[in-house]
């Protein structure tokens, strides 16, 4: 192993503009997991095959590398496995995540090829994903099974889904489909990162002075020579133990993302990819015809406009729920950096449901129940629900606080509030 720079900084050289923070989201108490783990993002650990002799680099040069990176050319495999140490959610917390995006009717009329629902799945498990990205406009993932295929390709103006097991394909214009925010390459929706990279550039967005980074020796990800970049918060009380990105040597693109939670044992999310070509990928790659018998849906057509009046009536509602929420006090941020909590309350202070409600389905009173810690204080009572990463605690009187932080650091939030 080549003798590395590994002194630490503070982080300031991650900073980015405050304008470009975005405020972070809660769905309490059910899709709290699910949340979490597309906010972060999403693998086994992959092996690596020696210590590459580089050259000496600082944790700022190193950072300043993948800012400057510019690769928009890539193909290749990654696996994602994502371990939030919560009980087995038969598939509840999908279910909840996808009957949200269409519209609340349960499905009907909709696709199981629809990426907005089809993609969740990636926030639990191990899945082992195909990528490709030619520029802006050319992107495909395809998510492999043991006897299936989902693929989503995007290519000019359309976006094209495609899942082998219905045999359905979801179709729509994919006009500005494929740019982010800041003009990185998306083929995924907005939310889902869906390699190292985007992993990376979340986590680096977190090193505000609140972090230590270093660089930790190099590695061989891929067939790759890389540097292991590593985070760790300052702070006392963070679910986060470590982040580790192993870093291209030659073009700055992260390989390997890694994150280990300060309890210890199997890391929460690893992904990384087995196999990067850094090549212009073959333009069959992004060419794609619905399979002759395939159910092919039009996001633009009747059924899918009936979504989205759907959706809207969901959105005026929750326009109105949210003038309640702001009439009681918008939402604070208590703390600062890896040990950040969003204090807030509930629309109407409406509080969880008991076990006697009609309104709560029996699998969800369970999934709540399984993951749920009563606890007390100053503040009164309450429910911590925990992850291995990210933990919530709702008071009986319908105050609600969510963060990366421990349970003992929830607790001590609410008596202070």
Not at 333 to 341: A, P, Q, T
Not at 355 to 376: H, N
Request: glycine share 12%.
């Amino acid at each position: 192993m080549a003798p590395n720079d590994s002194a630490e900084t503070n982080g300031t050289a991650a900073r980015r503009p405050a304008g470009r923070r975005k405020a972070a989201r809660y769905i309490v108490p059910v899709a709290v997991a699910g949340v979490a783990a597309a906010t972060i993002g999403l693998v086994p650990a992959l092996a690596s095959s020696g210590d590459p002799d580089l050259p000496k680099i600082t944790a700022q040069e190193l950072i300043e590398k993948i800012a400057a990176s510019d690769t928009e050319q890539f193909s290749g495999t990654v696996k994602i496995s994502t371990d939030l140490g919560i009980p087995s959610m038969g598939g509840l917390a999908g279910s909840f995540l996808s009957g949200a995006a269409e519209g609340g009717d349960g499905g009907k009329g909709g696709s199981s090829a629809d990426p907005q629902s089809k993609l969740t799945e990636l926030a639990s498990g191990t899945h082992t994903l195909r990528v490709a990205a030619d520029g802006p406009d050319k992107q495909r993932l395809s998510v492999l099974d043991q006897a299936s295929e989902y693929s989503l390709i995007h290519n000019g103006d359309d976006v094209w889904a495609y899942d082998s097991g219905s045999n359905e394909v979801y179709h729509a214009d994919g006009k500005g489909q494929g740019k982010a925010p800041h003009g990185k390459e998306q083929a995924a929706p907005e939310g889902v990162p869906t390699t190292p990279k985007a992993l990376a550039e979340e986590a680096l967005k977190a090193a505000d002075g609140t972090t230590s980074v270093s660089v930790d020796g190099t590695a061989r990800v891929a067939g790759r020579d890389a540097y292991r970049l590593v985070l760790r918060p300052e702070q006392k009380g963070s679910t986060v133990g470590s982040i580790t990105v192993a870093v291209d040597a030659e073009n700055g693109v992260p390989l390997k993302f890694t994150l280990q939670p300060s309890s210890g044992g199997k890391a929460v999310v690893d992904a990384g990819f087995t196999s990067v070509d850094f090549g212009k990928p073959a333009a069959s790659s992004f060419a794609f015809t619905p399979p002759k018998g395939a159910k092919v849906t039009e996001a633009d057509d009747a059924k899918a406009e009936g979504h989205q009046k759907e959706a809207r009536k969901a959105a005026e509602k929750a326009q109105g729920d949210l003038g309640k929420f702001e009439g009681e006090g918008a939402p604070k941020i208590i703390g600062k950096g890896w040990n950040s909590i969003a204090e807030f309350k509930t629309p109407g202070g409406a509080a969880l449901p008991s076990k006697a409600s009609k309104d709560v389905p029996a699998e969800a009173q369970q999934f709540l129940d399984a993951l749920g810690d009563k606890v007390s204080g100053k503040f009164g009572s309450g429910t911590v629900f925990k992850t291995r990463l990210i933990n919530a605690l709702m008071t009986d009187d319908g105050r609600v606080y969510v963060g990366a932080v421990t349970k003992d650091a929830l607790v001590a939030a609410a008596n202070a509030g």
